[in-house]
């Protein structure tokens, strides 16, 4: 893709503007699935919050943040928003996405090739890892057994979380074509919820074979203020077991919205 679509209609339209080979191979592919979404509640995310990463594990939400000087890993109480407990990333570095496996925070980090593991009962840090690959760190979730990781392209990475080996690339596409940017994921029975840098649109992965099976338009939450801002874009994908829902946020918004997914919209 030469430039980002920021809307999911322009999602659609630059997937469809290719060559005749790749509008083959897109009418091949169903359309991705519209989902609808209902907000359940709304509740403050504290400000300067420079989203990269978004768990819900226990009855608690855990937060990655970015910017160099700025990066922390927070726990949060999901019934008001409040910060429990929070600690601060070196000042050289850029935290990026964070998941939970094996009651370990994973924290990944931008272009340190380094990352962070914690406890997520009181935050400590565990210890560090080396990344396998000479990949910028974006976003982190789990299968329940390996780390899904996302560098800035269309590949998903599945490693291994003790050795760090590289098991999986999967790439993301959209009726055919890859979809780069790919950012903070979320894994949900089989598929993988992602934020795609610079749109307003969640897409929903199938795990197995990449492609892209759901289409979540979320522009009417981006706050006024940020419209158009290349910055403070949608960014962060929870999921509540318990009860279905996903808690999503931005970079710098105001609040969290725990929203409900529904299936295809009535056209
Ligand atoms: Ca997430």
């Not at 919050?49 to 970015?66: A, I």
């Not at 990781?149 to 590949?155: E, L, V």
């Not at 979320?218 to 962060?236: E, R």
């Amino acid at each position: 893709m030469k430039q980002m679509c920021v809307f999911l209609t322009l999602l659609l339209v630059c997937t469809c503007s290719g060559t005749d080979g790749e509008m083959s191979r897109a009418d091949a592919e169903p359309k991705p699935e519209t989902l609808s979404y209902s907000i359940v509640r709304s509740f403050p995310h504290a400000p300067a919050s420079f989203t990269q990463g978004l768990v819900y594990k226990d009855g608690f939400l855990y937060e990655g943040t970015g910017q160099k000087g700025q990066s922390e890993l927070r726990k949060i109480d999901p019934a008001n928003g409040r910060i429990m407990e929070q600690v601060k990333l070196p000042r050289d570095i850029f935290g990026e996405g964070i998941t939970i496996l094996d009651d370990k925070i994973y924290q990944l980090t931008w272009t340190s090739l380094k990352g962070f593991v914690y406890d997520p009962a009181s935050l400590k840090l565990l210890r560090t890892f080396t990344f396998p690959l000479p990949i910028e760190g974006w976003g982190l979730t789990t299968d329940g057994k390996d780390l899904i990781w996302s560098d800035g392209s269309s590949t998903l990475y599945f490693i291994q979380p003790d050795t760090m080996k590289v098991k999986k690339r999967l790439t993301v596409t959209l009726q055919g074509r890859p979809i780069a940017s790919i950012n903070e994921l979320e894994y949900i029975d089989g598929q993988i919820f992602a934020n795609v840098w610079q749109t307003e649109s969640i897409v929903r992965i199938d795990a197995q074979s990449g492609r892209i099976n759901g289409l979540l338009d979320l522009s009417a939450l981006t706050p006024s203020v940020y419209k158009g801002h290349a910055d403070y874009v949608l960014n962060g994908i929870a999921y509540n077991p318990q009860n279905g829902h996903l808690i999503i946020t931005g970079k710098m918004w105001p609040h969290f919205h725990e929203i409900s997914i529904g299936g295809r919209t009535s056209k």
